[in-house]
């Protein structure tokens, strides 16, 4: 059967399962844009208001659902306007196939009308790229790009495809989808040495990250933890791997970390490290990092062993399958002194927290909630499944230090990119892709960068509860200024006289101011009553902390718990 | 310990996969001494060669980062016994007074000739790199006016092939 590029790009997605796309129309892709017309019953697309919140949406798809998300934008500004989506995804290791038009192939390099050169633009920020010249291997190409942002570490790839060879016809065979690259068995010596190690130490600390969310190893970690008497810590992009009222878990680690679990991992002399990347922001200055652990490390991406931080034992696997194996050879073993230990870090937590509420009384600003206060009441409000999305700043750390999480693939934030702007696209798509309420937050700066997407929540009436922590300022760069800068806040008070409420009503959906606990309370269980979105413009204190705080390039020797005066 | 070494890698014979390695090497900070590339005994295969300094970790790195380019077949380190070779094109001022001692400098390393004019010599030579360098430090007292370096090739020694590894 002879078929067009633009449907070749159509059924080759049905093909691989895709039921969703996001993007935005335009000249170089007009060809594809009448195929998802044509099929609009097949494959549904969603409008955003940019092309940067469609790439964010794919992003924010597969996060909440381990499904690889699609987005598609026009050739120049359409392609571009992707970028920052596509290295958000590319930092942390979103699988994703972002497909962009180009001018036809007689038009290529002549710098003509909305052409630009994607493929060496994404070079490196993609997994990889195609530019597509012939139709004939188009079906190949949208193919392996599915294989390779699937397999192993997962990652965005993108396929530049010109207009001619969209219009352009060839014949066109459905095939089955291609398996996932092959990734090596963990050799039996490897196994045997990480079981060792586990079974000589005397504080095992287990590390996970953003690799082990879709594994479905959630309970074997947890089990494990049991065997050896050890703890379970998280980096960012663990977050939701294990639920959050396990005993054994610690939370986060790193410069904002939960005390307890970087304390923890400071002084463990065994790290068990499983699908994570040892990043700055997680391991501080390198050289004091951990410097009394052995570690073990096991990895789906062989680069990733000894980048970052140096391993006594580095395992390139499937890391479901490595875990397993070790856990089942290690000895179960109890470890009383670190129990110990553990419970006292969990007590000075406890303490700092109590002495952060009670100094908050001391400030006389009752009346705005604290975001614990706020976080907790979106904890207590929320479904086990409910995605959280969020944006990136002091919100975004709060909401990962004290957002309970029962379920896997319930956190969406960018980490490695750190993307303000990001969360309204990933709130997109993840209630695209859950249809159910997703929870976005927010600060007032990075909700400014992408709110233009109020109008793709009211248009598709997706049911997104945005909860912005309205403080009227950037407020993390705000806290290293007054940290590092002599509290010189440099174009971080933003005097902007923006009407949230006023905003929403103008796009179409409801908004609703709340200046104390009771206020939002009211607010948020309104917008859970609500059937579409709903805004929440809650104000909060703009002298907030993100605590505890490892100062940049700092060690838990310089750990700040406390605001100072 | 910064130590100078050589990585072979096959890539996919396609337009646009030498700027992929190369852009790897700007992102991730790596300094390269010499590259060269050029056709196989595989059509479909093209091979890099790559000439750098570094340490261990900085070795191990490059072979990862290399490894993950879609686009890469395959890596490998050559170690101190690999054949290497490069080829030095070398234009040197032809004076009366020099002419003797630069003739004899071109005999004894066994290069050639390839152009002769009433100013200037231009010589080829090939060798491993050190044999390169020697024979440019002989000349330069006698004036070098342009030289072109191709980089180094290199194969393993013996029967295997990296291909086959």
């Not at chain 1, 996932?180 to 039996?188: R, T």
């Not at chain 1, 294990?242 to 790193?254: K, N, V």
């Not at chain 1, 000894?306 to 399958?321: C, L, R, W, Y």
């Not at chain 1, 409801?510 to 009211?522: D, L, N, S």
């Amino acid at each position: 059967m002879k078929l067009s590029g633009a449907q070749i790009i159509i059924e080759t997605l049905i093909e691989q399962g895709v039921t969703d796309v996001f993007g935005y129309p335009g000249g170089q892709v007009l060809n594809i844009y009448d195929e998802l017309y044509i099929n609009r019953d097949r494959i549904h697309h969603t409008l955003t208001a940019h092309e940067q919140a469609a790439a964010h949406a794919a992003d924010g798809y597969f996060r909440a659902t381990g499904k690889t998300g699609v987005c598609i934008a026009t050739s120049g500004p359409g392609a571009t306007n992707l970028v920052t989506g596509i290295a958000t995804a590319m930092l942390d290791s979103v699988a994703m196939v972002a497909i962009t038009g180009n001018v036809s192939c007689d038009l290529i390099g002549r710098d003509s009308f909305q052409e630009i050169d994607i493929t060496g633009v994404t070079l490196p920020i993609t997994k990889h790229n195609y530019f597509v010249s012939r139709v004939e291997d188009l079906a190949d190409t949208i193919r392996e790009a599915f294989q390779i942002a699937r397999s192993g570490r997962p990652g965005p790839v993108l396929v530049d495809v010109p207009k001619d060879v969209q219009a352009a016809k060839c014949e066109f065979e459905n095939k089955e989808v291609l398996p996932l690259f092959e990734i090596p068995n963990a050799e039996e010596e490897q196994i045997e040495k990480a079981a060792e190690l586990i079974d000589s130490c005397r504080k095992p600390y287990i590390y996970v990250g953003g690799g082990v969310i879709g594994t479905g190893i959630y309970d074997d970690v947890i089990k494990l933890a049991e065997k050896i008497d050890g703890v379970i810590g998280c980096s960012l992009m663990g977050i939701s791997a294990i639920p959050t009222d396990c005993d054994r878990f610690l939370g986060m680690q790193g410069m904002h970390g939960h005390y307890a679990s970087s304390v923890a991992q400071n002084n463990a002399d065994l790290i068990f490290a499983v699908g994570v990347r040892f990043s700055d922001r997680a391991t501080g200055n390198k050289k004091k990092y951990a410097r009394g652990a052995k570690i073990i490390q096991i990895d789906v991406d062989f680069a990733e062993i000894n980048k970052n931080i140096g391993v006594d034992v580095g395992i390139i696997a499937d890391v479901a399958d490595a875990f397993k194996r070790i856990a089942d050879k290690v000895r179960a073993k109890k470890r009383p002194e670190w129990m110990q230990m553990i419970n006292q870090y969990k007590n000075d937590e406890l303490a700092h927290e109590r002495k952060a509420q009670d100094r908050y009384k001391d400030m006389g600003k009752g009346g705005v909630p604290t975001p614990k206060q706020i976080i907790d009441i979106i904890n207590e409000n929320k479904a086990s499944e409910t995605v959280v999305a969020t944006d990136v700043g002091q919100h975004q750390m709060w909401a990962a230090q004290f957002c309970r999480f029962e379920k896997a693939r319930t956190f969406s934030s960018s980490g490695g990119l750190g993307t303000m702007g990001y969360g309204m696209g990933a709130a997109i798509g993840g209630a695209t892709a859950t249809k159910k309420r997703t929870v976005l937050i927010t600060g007032d700066g990075s909700f400014g960068m992408n709110l233009n997407e109020l109008a793709t929540v009211v248009s598709y009436n997706l049911p997104v509860t945005i909860v912005i922590f309205n403080n009227g300022v950037l407020g993390m760069v705000r806290q290293w200024q007054t940290l590092f800068y002599q509290r010189h806040y440099s174009n971080t008070t933003l005097e902007r006289k923006t009407d949230f409420v006023k905003l929403a009503d103008a796009f179409g959906l409801k908004g609703i101011r709340t200046t104390t606990a009771e206020e939002f309370e009211a607010a948020f269980k309104e917008a859970n009553a609500t059937d579409g979105p709903v805004l929440i413009d809650c104000a909060i204190d703009c002298d907030e902390f993100v605590l505890p705080m490892l100062p940049p390039g700092g060690s838990m020797d310089d750990i700040i718990t406390e605001k100072g005066e | 310990m910064n130590n100078k070494f050589v990585i072979a890698v096959y890539v996919e014979n396609k337009f646009g996969v030498l700027t992929r390695v190369t852009s790897m090497f700007t992102r991730r900070g790596f300094n390269i001494d010499a590259l060269t590339v050029g056709e196989t005994e595989h059509p479909e295969y093209s091979r890099i060669t790559i000439s750098m300094s570094g340490d261990g970790y900085a070795r191990e790195q490059m072979i990862n980062q290399l490894r993950k380019i879609h686009s890469v077949k395959k890596v490998e380190y050559l170690d101190e016994n690999s054949l290497t070779r490069e080829l030095l094109l070398i234009k040197i001022k032809n004076e009366l007074k020099n002419r003797q001692e630069v003739l004899s400098a071109i005999q004894i390393f066994g290069s050639k000739i390839v152009d002769y004019s009433v100013n200037a010599i231009c010589v080829e030579i090939t060798g491993e790199p050190s044999k390169i360098n020697a024979f440019i430090d002989v000349l330069k007292p006698y004036g070098i006016i342009e030289m072109c370096r191709t980089g180094i090739v290199a194969l393993e020694r013996g029967e295997g092939s990296i291909l086959g590894k």
